[in-house]
Structures are given as structure tokens and as C-alpha cells.
């Protein structure tokens, strides 16, 4: 194991019993009561979603609060937070896989499930977001009588492209690690037409030598694949930004600056959904104390990366002389949003200091606490980081504030409702802790121990 | 064959057609006059009178549009009309009674662009605001339609008899009881009309009406010449101008002749190396004059009438007893007394017309003194009828309150909304009998009045006028009147006993007499192409000025909050309130749109803890107005400001309860000043729509500066190598356009942003989206105040796209939408456009506008309206620029279309494009010149020439984006401190 010595799974008598445990979920819900309340809480945010949606189509983007100098504002800051959060489920799921780290086993069936409905709301911002939303096609290189190929200067242009692969990457990267899971739930099935969907899903695993050995070559692959998109995923979404002229903006540290903000938020994320989902569902064997403190670890250790950027931004700016650069420095510690930088320091760079100590790491609700301060400062750091680069930006005849308006609000909450709606499903639908991964695992384990 | 035919009821032909039952149905639906014909005509008959009607249906239309008498065009005859090809008229807009001169752009019989008549005599190339949004006046769709009596419709004839029969009874009379109030008056015709009048009623009262006018001008020159007369400034003759709190810059009928001889003033200094026209400037409240100036001094109206008695004994005009003036204020008379001394007949001093008579008397008398008077300020006949017996608008109230008015008839004037709140007029004009209201719109005086006739827009009657030159223009109709309206010629014709007599009939009658009557077909029709008729002039005078015993110092202003008014920079007095295009263009130096505002000093508004938008309750006595508090940085502390044109209770969809009406507050004994106003803010505050929020720069170099020592050093403002770039260099092989804005030369007037919407079809977005961000003007005006707050310099640049060479948009751009254009330009090709909103995001000039909602489709009124009436204003749309729809990005072309329209005329004929041949908008509208557009390719075009002017710098040059943009640094005087 090339995790430190103590046992993960110290709790869980047998791999059969793991089995059962997870796969009872889905096929008998421990929690009816409590999965229907959620499940009408979150479908409530659905029909906000969807009224928020229609409305925006029907009245066009004046609905929200954009304007000149701020065009972009909750969508493009938004799908930088959304698209981010995924980061962290790749990364567990297949750089973990490829370095060999056992425990991620456990929470890395759920990462990726986070990861796939996180970039899918995120990927839908960018089409909301256009003025003419039916015409999104035309940003995609095909053939056509106009003879017009997108322009593939455009930082637009290629986070088209980096999204789009990075979806299909995750969303067959959680397929196929899905796969004997989902023979595991069609062999336990005792409905004729749960047995079929879950066969049909399934597509035929028998749990053959072979079967296993195709299997592991294809989802590594897959693993190989998604790790370096994580990188050039968020590196296009900070050119985004970076390639524009705008104070704030044009720094060549926003690549690396944004993809490790990313993998950070998304740490906490996974670490919010650890904590609730254990909590809720009791699976303290299968998502350990340990895992608690290897993710409070990793929170630690992104955030003061990120904390690195935060600092060498500021110092760029203020070091570069220019005095664009400065003025927006300034707007971020002192102007109209301010409160959105302090907000940042003190909930991705402040609060993670408690996690320098193991004692306070295993303290479940003080780690739960921290991470959802890191989602939020991180929500908080993008909108700072796009709305204080336009807002008062070279000429100040141009200055004006930007504050979302209702529909922003609605949308964005949508959006979240939409999110924890569909993870309902999946709680409900598909073994949300890896079976066969999590019985590897403890085969490895007692064979060290 | 047949059988099948008729079972499946085909039809052949349209007589077969006819003869069934659906046929006949259908055609009495669509000729419902001709069905009771159908059956006893034979189907042959039918068809003819189908035929017919359908051509005389189609001569209808031409008649909708075309004029039927002879109007002339500018250079084209109208045979050589082409389909899409624009023709273009001279003739004139109205501006207070004056003509402004202009071309009017015609697009197949539709008025649609205004611009500048630059052959007229009276300095006309340019236009102001005023003149650029006649043209949507025009199809103002609610403008009123039809005559009325007690609001119920009527037909002409009904009026006419009316008329006629009254006007009979009133000269049985020698006219007793008959008033008429008149706005100013130069139209040659209506001054026949009126003598005419004169001679059937003799005893018929005439008063005159200007809410804002000339102010006090006609009683001063009648004390300083004897006879009232019109001054006239020649400001490209004078080397240093004195202006106490006379806008002569800003908005009014001069303003285009003005601008043009300062900008020529300052071009002259300025090839001549000479330091440039040294302008002081005493003013209560900021103005375009004060931000023009060299000097501005903010002073209260007291303090500067002290500064002028104190002046006259410097200058040993009028020696009685000295002014005491406090310290600085010596110190800066002795200055300025010193320069004017030395500058003699170069000198000239002028007094704002709304200042005390006697003050503006001596401030001529001090122009007799130095003898500037007839060099710099030119004395005319007076340009506007001086009617006799003319009385105010106070003596028509007095007069309705004696019972001695029984018929009054108002000539495009609105009394009951702009009268002095102390008058009562409404009370007053109850008393009358019987009013007539001939106007617009029904408006607030229509409400009042008996009959209302509806008055023809300049661009759609006959008549004539006369710009302040004096110089006389024709007015012809562009287009048959649109809503049936009916000149102020035919109204009055029907009180002369002539009914029936037409404005085409009654002003060829006056230009008879003006041109002579041999061979006068010829010279009418050369009057009519020209705009103009040349050597009518108003005649100079060379009077001199007689002495006036000035009234003695004012007592000193104590701490007491004294008011002035000032007319609305956008709506003027309230008859363009109307007009979308002056409501939200933003006012020169607030940028506000939609609403007027109380202008307050800094150092007051700090003291009473106000700011803007805080609403302040401003009474005098028991009348009250309840205003926005705005914070003016140059406004004189003692002083605050009411802006005259907003607060109509009735006017169209647009202009109708915006604002307050300062109307309220007004004296009519003295209208311009309230000596004590109490100001007390009530605990409410309302939403203020300005265009720009920040006016100081930054210690950033947007607007830079340069002196006539460093220009004659040869020091650049900016160095000529571009910044390196990555990216490979364009190449131009014929054509690279360009542009340069001069800022020594631009007043910040707006003309350019009026010219611009025209033009483009830009949509208005009204004031919540203004408030938002999202007003659409393509070329702004941005306004930076520089030093104290007390007392700032103003700077104005106007900010079009910078058609970047190297831009940042078009890096932005998924889709190819914003692409560099084989000419150089930055295009924008609007049905590609996706909305992503990159360019602008990456825009460091911030000129893209996004159409967030569907504003073309919006503006033309809201939901309640029924389509049918929705589109008048569709009709000023330029058929040469697309109409943009929601969700595309917008931005200035370089008036891409007029571009394309030379290209092909230089194409066809085999010759390259002219360097001039090609005029922006803002170019055109330009009254102080001071855009030139063109090739850069060619190095003897006039742009390539001013790019080479050291004075040439870009904006935000160190962003490496190449503007083809660029301006032309303001030059101030090396003595001014070159502050922050």
C-alpha cells in the first residue's frame, strides 16, 4: 500500500459484506423518507432552474445584470466555479489510479459522479450566456454552405474544445469504472425489469479474467487520458480571461493559478460529499476516519499552492509598475468588491491553516466547516477575479459596478438544485461507493497486513 | 376538362374567377366600393375599374410622399432619382424661429439623416443637436393628427369655416378682442401674414412668447443703440474674449456659426504658432462656453455684475464710484483689464442675454471702448420681427385677466406649460372665449384651448426662415405632411379672409417680393437648391453704443441660495422632450439621461450632506418643485441651478412625466434669477441615469495636453513607432482608413453622438438601461474634470470605435463576427455574431454595445400601442444600415455604408475615392471640424496630414493595439501649472 501503514478499511469484516453494503442502496433505499424530502427540496430548485431558463430564452440575457463595462458576469463566473469542482473528482479517480493510491477506492465512484454533473453545469453556462443561444453550433469546426469556420484564435474557441472532450473523458471514465459494479447490482436484482436495465448497462460483464483485463486497460486509459486534461482543461478556461488585455487579467500566472484554484475547490467539494454522505448513510467503514484526513490534507496542501497565487498575482501587479495592473490591485483590496477578496483570503487561505493539525482534521464538522468555506471562497474568488478585471478597468469614463440581478441569483441556485437533484438519482440508482475497487482494495490491504 | 375544372374550382383566368361566388366575395372584400357596380357592369367593366382603382390606389401612394408642387433638389433632379440612391434638399429646421441651414438626406420621398449646409453664408457646414433630431421630430408618433374641437376630431373645413366666420365678426371690429402669441418670428411669410393681419384688425394684440430666446438681448441693445439690434460675435477676429456667463459654445441658434469661428480662431492660432485665443469665462454654472475657456471663474450672477461695474471704472467707461472687490478678484480684474487694454480692438467682451439689460448695454459700451465693437462683435439688424406693439406673455396674461381677450390664437407656442409659475396663466386663459392652439402635439396648451390645429413639421410644409445671419432659407417640404398637419401659413391666411390659400401659394407670394418678380421661376428655383437666398444678410449697423447709468453695485451675495435657470442642454425648453434621441443623450458635462436635475456647488452639497440624486424640495414663496440633488463640480457655491424643458404634464410617450418643471419656480418679472431660494432635503432619494460615473482621470493621460512653446520646439506629444507585435503587419495596398479627432478644437457639444444614432440606426433604450450601462451609442463624449472640485477644467473626447490594428476583439471572437476588414477597418458582421460578449470583455476602450434585449424592436413603443401605430419612427431608419436584433454586439463602423456607397460611385466612373469624398456622421455633424476621416494609405489625404501633426497622439498607446483612431492633443497656455 503506498498509503501510510494504518489500515483504511480497519471497520469491515469481509469483502461480501462491503458488497452488500453498497449495493443495497440503490436496490433497497435505507432513507425513503428522507431521499423524497430531498428529492422535492432539490426538484423545487429544478423548477427554479428550468423557469429561470425559459425566461432567459424568452427575454434574452438583459435579464441579468450585465452590461458594458461588465458583459461577463454571473455565467462566465459561475462556469469557472462549476467546471473547477470537477477537477478534484479526475484527479482522485484516475491520478490516484495511476499512482497506485488504494484508498481513493472508496469516495472515487462519487468524485466522478460530482465531476460529470459539475462540468454538465458548467458546460451548459457558456450556451445560456450567449445572446443568441440557438446559434451555440456555429463555434463548432463543421462543414457548412457559409463556409465560416470558427475563429481558433479564440480562447472561447478552444475552451469549446477542452470542455467538450473533457466531458466525454469523464463522463466514460465513470462509465466504465461503473461497469462490474453495475453487473453487481444486476446479479442482486430481484425485479425482472430492474435485472434488465441494469444488464443492459452493465453491457454483458460476466467478471472474466479476461473481462477484468480489458476492462483495466480501458480504464486506465481513460485515467491517462483525463489527468492531463485536467491541466489544459482549466489553463483554457483561465486564457479565457488571460488572453484579454484587461488589468487583472493579462498575466501569464493564470493557467497554473486556476487549475490548482480548481483542484482545491474541488477537494473540498469531495470532501463536503464524503463527510454528508457518510454521515447520512453510515458508511464510516468505507469512508474512514483516514479518508477524512487525507482529503483534509490535500484541501491543505492545493490551498497554500493557491495561496501561492493569490500572492504572486498581487506582487505581479504591484511589481510590474503598470499602472492598470496596480489600480486593479487596489480595487481588489479596497473597491466596491472588496469584500469578495477578504472573503477569498480568509476562507481559502486563513480557514485551511487548522488543517495543519491532525487532531483538528479528524474532527468531521470542523472539516466539513472548513471545506464548505473553501467552496464558497472559491466561488468568491472568481467572481473577484472576473468582475474586478472589467469593472473599472483603463478608461474610467467607462467605470461602472456590476451587480447580478434576480435571474443571476435564480439561475445560479438552479443550477446548484439541478446538481444535488441529479446526485440524488445517482445515490439512488447506481452503487455510489466502487464495490469491486473497495474489495480490491481490502484484498490488498489484509495481504500487506 | 371542364367539369373537372369547376368541380375543383380552378380557374383560369381572373374572369373566371370572378364569376364565382368566393371570387365575388373576395373582391368585395378588397374593392368593397365597387361590388354594387358588379352587377350591372359586365366582368370586363369590373376589371377596368379594378385596374384602375389599383393605379389610382398606387398614385395615392406617390401622393403619401411626393410632393405635388415643384420642391427642388440639392444637385440631383429628381428624374435621375434611383432606387436606393439618396437625395439630397436643402432647405432648414426651426430652431426658437431661426433656421438652422441644412441638407436632408431623402431616401425614396423619406427624410431620413441630417446634415450641415455648408455653402450657406452663415458658417452652417455643421449642425447642432437640435438640428440632427428634427428629423425623428418628424415622425414623432404622437404627434397630434388632426384638428380638434373640445378634443372630438374635425375636418380642416369645419376649422376654416370657424375661422373664417369669427375673423369676419373680429374685423367688423377693427379686430378688439383678437390676440395673437407668437413665438420668434423671421419666417418672411409670416411677417407679411402678420402685417396683413396688422391692416384687417387694427386693434388685433400681438405678444410674443420665448421661454428661453434671447433672453434680455432686445432690451439692451435697445438701450445701448436706441433700436433693438443683433450682435454678432466674430470670434475667429479676437484674440481674447471675455464672457461674463454668456454661453455663446453652448446649445441655442447660434451655436453652429459660433463653434465654427472659434474652432477658426483657435486653427488660426495655431498654424500662425501664436498662442490661442485667450477666453475668460464668469459663469454661476458650468457651461460648454466655461469648459472652452482658458480662464473659468465660477462666480454668483451678483458677483459678477460687481466684476463688471468694477471693469467699466478700470477701464474708464464709467468712472463713478469704484466697486470694492475682494482681494483675488482685484488681482484678476487687473489681469484681465490688462490683457483686453493691449488687445484693443482684438478684444471682446460679451454679457450673457439673459443678464440685466443694463449690464449687457455696458458690457457694449466697453466694446465701443476698446473699440472692438463692428471688428470682433458685429452689430445687425435685428434678424427676428420686432412686431410693434409686441407684448410679453405677462401682458397677454393681464390683458385675458381684464376680459379683453376674446379670441386667441397660439402659433406653435405652449403657454400653459411654459409660463411663469407666478402668472396663473391657466386661470387667465380661461377667461377667453374662444382659444386656438396651433402645434406639434397636443399638449398641455391644446388641453386648454378650444380648437387645435396640428402644426407641420419643418420638413413637411412650405414656409421660410431666417438663420441668426439674417440670411433667408426657404423650408421645403421633404415629404407630404405625415399627419396632415397644416403650416402656420394657412392658419393664419384663413384670418386674413384668404381660406384655401396654400403655404406653397403664400410663401412664393413673400419670395416674390424678396427675389423680384423678373424671371423669378428661375431664382426660386435656385433658391430652392441652394437651401438659401444669398445677400439677405442681416444689414450690419455701425452704431455706437450710448451711455447707460448703470444701477450701482448690487449688495454683495450673503450666504443666502440664490437660483438660476438655464434651458435643458438635451430638450432645450421642453419642445424636444419628445424626442428619444435628446433624452438620452447625455448632457454634456453630467452625462445624465431622462431626467433634468438641480445642479449644487461641491462645498454646498458637502455642507448639507447631500448627494446626487438626494431629492431637495426648492421653493420660493408658496410654489415648490421637488428635484434631484446633482453634485456639479464648477458651480458657484451661493448657486444652484434649474433646468428648464422637463416636468410636461402632457406631451408624448416620451417626454411625459419626467423630470421636474423649474417652470413653476419661474418669475415672469425676472425669469432668469430667483434672488432667495429655500432648499430643504426631504428624506427620499431617486435613481439618476448617467452615462459616466467617474469624471476624473487618474492621474492616466487620456486627454493629454501640449503647449504652443513645446510645438514650436517640435516635440511630439507622442513618439511615431508603433509597439512591436507578435502578430505579422497588415497590409493596405490602396485603401487604410483612419481618423483624428482634434480636442483643441471639439466643444464636447454632442452633435457628432446625435449625427451618429441617426445614421446608424442606433436604439434608444430608455432610462432604467441607461442606468444599467447599457445605452447603445456608438461614439461618446466622455467628460474628465480636472483640479478642484470648486473649479475644474473641463476636457471632452469624443470616443468612437479605434478601429485597432492590432485588436483585441477580434482575438476574442469564437465565431469570426468581428474580423479586420481588407481596408483596415475593425467590421463587425452582425449576422454571424453569436453574443459571447468577448470582444467587449476585451475591449480596453469599452466603445461595443450589446443588444441585451431587442431594443430596435422595443423603441419603437411599448406592447399597449397597436403595431399600426408603432412605426413612424421606422420610416427614419437608414436603409443602408442593418437594424441589429437581440442578442448581437454593435459598435461604431466608420459608417461603413457611406464607405461602400463611394467605393462603387468611384468604381463606376474608374477613378479612385476622393480624399473628402467620404464624411463620417460625427464627421459631417461636426460644427468645429474637428474630425477628419480618410486614407492613410495616400499621404497627402487630409488625415494622413493631421496623423502627421506632432500634436497626434493614440489612446492608450501602451496596450500596443494601434488605433487607427488617434486624436490631437488640446493646446493650454504654459502659464496655466500643468497639474496631476
Same mark, same amino acid.
Given at each position: ?5 494504518d ?10 459484506a462491503a458488497?452488500?453494503? =453498497?449495493?443495497?442502496i440503490p436496490l ?9 424530502i ?37 455565467a462566465i463566473s ?15 479517480s484516475? @491520478?490516484f ?7 481513493r ?10 465531476t ?39 480562447? @472561447?474557441?478552444w475552451? @469549446?474544445?477542452?470542455v467538450?472532450?473533457?466531458l ?24 425482472r425489469?430492474v ?5 443492459v ?7 472474466s479474467a479476461?473481462?477484468w ?7 486506465w ?15 483554457g478556461?483561465?486564457?479565457?480571461f ?24 474541488g ?13 447520512i ?23 497554500l499552492m ?6 504572486f ?15 486593479t ?7 466596491g ?6 472573503a477569498t483570503?480568509?476562507?481559502?487561505v486563513?480557514a485551511i ?55 443571476d441569483?435564480?439561475l ?12 440524488l ?25 | 376538362?371542364?367539369? =373537372?375544372?369547376?368541380g375543383?374550382r ?11 361566388d ?21 366582368r370586363?367593366?369590373a ?27 440639392y ?34 420621398g ?9 455653402d ?7 449642425t ?8 425623428l ?19 380642416w ?11 369676419d ?13 407668437t ?17 384687417r ?5 400681438l ?20 433700436r433693438p439690434?443683433?450682435l ?8 481674447v474674449?471675455?464672457s461674463?456667463?454668456d454661453d455663446f ?45 482658458t ?36 488681482? @484678476? ?25 443694463k ?5 457694449l459700451r466697453?466694446d $465701443? ?10 452689430v445687425s ?8 406693439h ?26 400653459v ?10 386661470d387667465a386663459?380661461?377667461r377667453v ?22 402644426l ?16 433667408a ?6 415629404v407630404r ?7 402656420v401659413?394657412?392658419?393664419l ?8 390659400l $396654400? ?23 435656385q ?23 448703470? $444701477?450701482?453695485a ?18 432645450w425648453?421642453?419642445?424636444y ?17 431622462w ?12 455642507e ?12 420660493t ?18 448657486v ?20 421636474y ?9 425676472e ?20 452615462? +459616466? ?8 493621460d ?5 503647449t504652443s ?45 446625435v ?29 474628465y ?5 470648486? $473649479?475644474?477644467r ?7 470605435c ?15 463576427a ?8 475593425? +467590421? ?26 431587442h ?10 400601442v397597436? =403595431? ?5 419612427r ?7 444600415v #442593418?437594424?441589429r436584433a437581440?442578442?448581437?454586439?454593435e ?5 461603413? +455604408?457611406? =464607405? #461602400? ?8 466612373e474608374?477613378?479612385?475615392i476622393?480624399?473628402?469624398e467620404?464624411?463620417?456622421?460625427? +464627421?459631417?455633424?461636426?460644427p ?20 502627421a ?13 494601434r ?18
Open positions: 500500500m503506498a498509503t501510510t501503514g489500515s483504511i478499511f480497519a471497520g469491515v469484516r469481509s469483502y461480501a458488497d452488500r453494503k =453498497i449495493t443495497r433497497h433505499y435505507p432513507y425513503p423518507k428522507r431521499w423524497w430531498a428529492f422535492a427540496v432539490t426538484g423545487f430548485f429544478v423548477l427554479v432552474w428550468l423557469v429561470s431558463v425559459v425566461w432567459l430564452f424568452w427575454r434574452g440575457v438583459g435579464v441579468w445584470g450585465i452590461q458594458m463595462p461588465v458583459p461577463w458576469g454571473f459561475n462556469y469557472v466555479w462549476w467546471i473547477g469542482m470537477g477537477h478534484a473528482g479526475t484527479l482522485i484516475a @491520478l489510479l495511476l499512482i497506485n493510491q488504494g484508498w477506492n472508496s469516495i472515487n465512484r462519487f468524485a466522478e459522479a460530482m460529470v454533473f459539475a462540468v454538465l453545469m458548467a458546460g451548459m453556462y457558456p450556451i445560456l450566456h450567449l445572446g443568441r443561444p440557438w446559434l451555440f453550433y456555429w463555434l463548432i469546426p463543421y462543414p457548412n454552405t457559409m463556409t465560416v469556420w470558427p475563429q481558433f484564435k479564440s480562447p @472561447l474557441e475552451d @469549446l474544445f477542452a467538450s472532450t473533457y466525454i473523458v469523464s463522463v466514460l471514465f465513470f462509465y466504465i469504472g461503473l461497469i462490474p459494479d453495475l453487473a453487481s447490482v444486476r446479479d442482486r436484482a430481484r425485479r425489469w435485472k434488465m436495465i441494469y444488464g448497462l452493465a453491457l454483458g460483464w460476466r467478471g479476461r473481462h483485463k480489458r476492462w483495466q486497460v480501458a480504464y486509459i481513460c485515467a491517462g487520458l483525463a489527468v492531463p486534461l485536467v491541466v489544459s482543461v482549466h489553463s478556461v483561465s486564457l479565457l488571460a488572453v484579454g488585455l484587461e488589468p487583472g487579467w493579462h498575466s501569464t500566472l493564470f493557467p497554473a493559478y486556476f487549475v490548482l484554484g480548481a483542484v482545491f475547490e477537494f473540498a467539494v469531495v470532501t463536503l460529499i464524503a463527510i454528508s454522505l457518510r454521515t448513510f453510515g458508511l464510516e467503514v468505507m469512508v474512514t476516519d483516514r479518508h477524512l484526513d487525507i482529503l483534509g490534507k490535500l484541501v491543505l496542501a492545493t490551498g493557491t495561496a501561492y497565487g493569490y500572492l498575482d498581487s506582487f505581479h501587479a504591484w511589481y510590474s509598475g503598470d499602472p492598470y495592473e496596480r489600480g490591485l487596489m480595487d481588489r483590496l479596497f473597491g468588491y472588496a469584500w469578495s477578496f477578504w483570503i480568509l476562507c481559502n486563513v491553516q487548522l488543517l495543519w493539525f491532525e487532531s483538528m482534521r479528524r474532527r468531521t464538522w470542523l472539516l466539513f466547516t472548513i471545506a464548505a468555506l473553501v467552496t464558497f471562497g472559491m466561488w468568491a474568488e472568481r467572481f473577484m477575479l472576473l468582475v474586478t478585471g472589467l469593472y473599472r478597468d483603463f478608461l474610467t469614463s467607462s467605470w461602472q459596478s456590476y451587480w447580478p440581478s434576480f435571474w441569483w435564480s445560479f441556485a438552479g443550477t446548484i438544485g439541478l446538481f444535488l437533484f441529479l446526485f438519482l445517482f445515490v439512488r440508482l447506481v452503487p455510489m461507493i466502487s464495490i469491486f475497487e473497495v474489495a480490491e482494495a481490502m484484498r490488498e490491504e489484509r495481504a500487506d497486513g | 376538362m371542364s367539369a =373537372i375544372a369547376e375543383r380552378l380557374w383560369r383566368s381572373i374572369d373566371d374567377y370572378l364569376a364565382t368566393a371570387g365575388r366575395a373576395a373582391l368585395e372584400a378588397e374593392f368593397p366600393a365597387l361590388a354594387p357596380m358588379l352587377d350591372k357592369a359586365s370586363r367593366d376589371l377596368r375599374l379594378m385596374a384602375a382603382s389599383a393605379a389610382l390606389a398606387g398614385l395615392g401612394g406617390c401622393d403619401a410622399v411626393q410632393p405635388e408642387e415643384k420642391a427642388l433638389p444637385i440631383d433632379a429628381p428624374e435621375f432619382q434611383v432606387a436606393g440612391d439618396p437625395l439630397y434638399y436643402a432647405t432648414a429646421s426651426l430652431f426658437e424661429g431661426y433656421a438652422h441651414p441644412v441638407l436632408v438626406k431623402t431616401m425614396m423619406r427624410p431620413i439623416k441630417v446634415e450641415g449646409n455648408p450657406h453664408p452663415g458658417s452652417f457646414a455643421g447642432d443637436i437640435f438640428a440632427q433630431a428634427a428629423v421630430d418628424l415622425y414623432d408618433p404622437d404627434a397630434s393628427k388632426a384638428v380638434t374641437h373640445l378634443g372630438d376630431i374635425r375636418a373645413s369645419a376649422f376654416e369655416g370657424m375661422a373664417t366666420a369669427r375673423a365678426v373680429l374685423a367688423r371690429d377693427e379686430g378688439r378682442g383678437l390676440a395673437i402669441l413665438g420668434t418670428i423671421t419666417s418672411p411669410t409670416t411677417v407679411r401674414q402678420m402685417l396683413q393681419l396688422r391692416a384688425f387694427p386693434q388685433m394684440a405678444y410674443g412668447h420665448e421661454p428661453v430666446g434671447k433672453g434680455r438681448r432686445t432690451d439692451a441693445t435697445r438701450l445701448a443703440f436706441g439690434r443683433d454678432h460675435y466674430r470670434l475667429d477676429e479676437a484674440r474674449v471675455l461674463l456667463d459654445l453652448g446649445p441655442g441658434p447660434a451655436q453652429t456659426p459660433n463653434a465654427a469661428r472659434w474652432a477658426a480662431a483657435r486653427e488660426a492660432a495655431r498654424s500662425a504658432g501664436a498662442a490661442s485665443v485667450r477666453l475668460w469665462t464668469l459663469e454661476p454654472t458650468p457651461s460648454l462656453t466655461g469648459a472652452a475657456s480662464d473659468r471663474i465660477a462666480m454668483a450672477p451678483g458677483e459678477i455684475e460687481a466684476f463688471l461695474l468694477a471693469l467699466a471704472h478700470r477701464l474708464g467707461v464709467e468712472p463713478g464710484t469704484p466697486v470694492d472687490l475682494p482681494p483675488d478678484r482685484a488681482a @484678476l480684474l487687473e489681469q484681465v483689464a490688462g490683457v483686453l487694454e493691449q488687445a484693443g480692438e482684438r478684444a471682446l467682451i460679451m454679457a450673457g442675454a439673459h443678464l440685466p439689460a449690464l449687457q448695454a455696458l458690457a466697453l $465701443d471702448a476698446l473699440g472692438s465693437l463692428g471688428r470682433t462683435l458685429v439688424e435685428p434678424v427676428a420681427w420686432q412686431g410693434e409686441t407684448g410679453s406673455l405677462g401682458d397677454l396674461t393681464a390683458a385675458m385677466r381684464r376680459g379683453e381677450v376674446d379670441t386667441l390664437v397660439m402659433l406653435d407656442v405652449n403657454p406649460y411654459t409660463a411663469a409659475g407666478d402668472l396663473s396663466f391657466v386663459l380661461e372665449p374662444l382659444r386656438i392652439h396651433v402645434g406639434r402635439q397636443q399638449d398641455e396648451t391644446a388641453a386648454y384651448s378650444h380648437w387645435h390645429v396640428p407641420a413639421h419643418a420638413f413637411d410644409g412650405w414656409s421660410d426662415a431666417r438663420s441668426v445671419d439674417g440670411t432659407s426657404v423650408l421645403q417640404p421633404l405632411p405625415l399627419n396632415g398637419g397644416r403650416t401659413h394657412e392658419v391666411a384663413v384670418l386674413a379672409g384668404e381660406p384655401g $396654400d403655404a406653397y401659394e403664400a410663401v412664393r407670394r413673400t419670395w416674390v417680393q424678396i427675389l423680384g418678380e423678373d424671371d423669378f421661376e428661375s431664382k426660386w428655383a433658391t430652392l437648391s441652394a437651401g438659401f437666398a444669398r445677400g439677405t444678410a442681416a444689414r450690419r449697423r455701425t452704431d455706437r453704443v450710448r451711455p447707460v447709468a448703470p $444701477d450701482g448690487a449688495p454683495q451675495p450673503d450666504s443666502a441660495i440664490e437660483a438660476v435657470f438655464r434651458p435643458d442642454p438635451s430638450v425648453d421642453g419642445r422632450a419628445d424626442n428619444p434621441w435628446l433624452q438620452e443623450l447625455p448632457k454634456p458635462l453630467t452625462k445624465l439621461t431626467d433634468n436635475v438641480l445642479a449644487v456647488a461641491p462645498a454646498l452639497a458637502g448639507r450632506g447631500w448627494s446626487n440624486g438626494d431629492l431637495v424640495h426648492v421653493s414663496g408658496e410654489r415648490l418643485v421637488e428635484a434631484p440633488v446633482w453634485v456639479m463640480p464648477g458651480q458657484a457655491r451661493t444652484v441651478t434649474l433646468y428648464l424643458g422637463y416636468g410636461r404634464r402632457r406631451a408624448g410617450r416620451v417626454g411625459r412625466a419626467i423630470g418643471d423649474a417652470y413653476a419656480l419661474r418669475r415672469s418679472d425669469p432668469w434669477r430667483l434672488a432667495e431660494v429655500v432648499v430643504q432635503a426631504i428624506d427620499r432619494t431617486m435613481p439618476l441615469a448617467t452615462t +459616466q460615473l467617474f469624471h476624473g482621470m487618474q492621474g492616466r487620456f486627454v493629454r495636453m501640449t512653446e513645446d510645438l514650436a520646439r517640435g516635440e511630439r506629444v507622442e513618439e511615431e513607432e508603433p509597439l512591436p507585435s507578435l502578430y505579422p503587419d497588415w497590409s493596405y495596398p490602396e485603401r487604410a482608413w483612419g481618423m483624428t479627432i482634434d480636442l483643441d478644437a471639439c466643444i464636447g457639444c454632442n452633435a457628432c453622438v449625427a451618429c444614432m441617426a445614421e446608424n440606426n442606433t436604439p434608444t433604450v430608455g432610462k432604467e438601461q441607461v442606468a444599467m450601462g447599457r445605452e447603445m451609442h456608438w461614439l461618446r463624449v466622455d467628460s474634470f480636472e483640479g478642484e472640485p470648486e $473649479d475644474p473641463v476636457h471632452f473626447q469624443p470616443v468612437p479605434m478601429h485597432c490594428e492590432k485588436a483585441p476583439c477580434e482575438i476574442g471572437c469564437p465565431v469570426n468581428t474580423v479586420h476588414g481588407p481596408e483596415g477597418l475593425n +467590421q463587425m458582421v452582425y449576422n454571424r455574431c453569436v453574443g459571447t460578449r468577448t470582444c467587449a470583455s476585451f475591449c480596453p476602450y469599452k466603445v461595443r454595445h450589446f443588444n441585451f434585449f431594443y430596435a424592436e422595443a423603441e419603437l413603443h411599448q406592447p399597449d397597436p =403595431i399600426s401605430e408603432r412605426g413612424g421606422l420610416a427614419q431608419r437608414n436603409p443602408d #442593418s437594424v437581440r442578442g448581437v454586439m459598435k461604431c463602423t466608420y459608417c461603413v +455604408q457611406r =464607405i #461602400s456607397r463611394a467605393r462603387i460611385e468611384a468604381k463606376k474608374g477613378r479612385p476622393r480624399d473628402g467620404i464624411e463620417t456622421a460625427c +464627421q459631417g455633424a461636426c468645429t471640424r474637428a474630425i477628419v476621416f480618410g486614407n492613410l494609405v495616400d499621404p497627402e489625404s487630409n488625415v494622413s496630414k493631421a496623423k501633426d506632432p500634436r497626434n497622439y493614440t489612446l492608450l498607446r501602451e496596450l500596443g493595439t488605433p487607427r483612431t488617434s486624436y490631437l492633443a488640446k493646446i493650454v497656455t504654459s502659464e496655466q501649472p500643468e497639474e496631476d
